[in-house]
């Protein structure tokens, strides 16, 4: 998965450019990027692979139920 770039510096001043303290902007930042970095985001090729996964076992689903009602057909058919 790749990671979120988040500029801090720049984050920083325009918080103190609106007319926040430097402590305030610097602690807004941090929090900000801590939180930003804990978040479970999904890119196009984690989909992408889900997508993969998911198409092969709804085949193997589909083939399988095919064999059991085959199966079923010749013993009680």
């Known amino acids: 998965m790749s990671a979120i ?3 801090t510096l720049k984050f920083t001043k325009r918080l103190m450019e609106a007319g926040a303290s430097p402590e305030l902007a610097e602690a807004t930042a941090e929090a900000f990027k801590d939180a930003s970095g804990e978040a479970n985001l999904v890119t196009k090729t984690d989909l992408d692979g889900l997508e993969y996964r998911l198409i092969i076992k709804m085949g193997a689903m589909f083939i399988t139920n095919i064999l059991v009602l085959s199966v079923l057909y ?3 058919g």
Do not use: N, Q, T
Request: aromatic share 34%; net charge neutral.
């Open 5 to 7: 770039i988040f500029d």
């Open 74 to 76: 010749k013993l009680f």
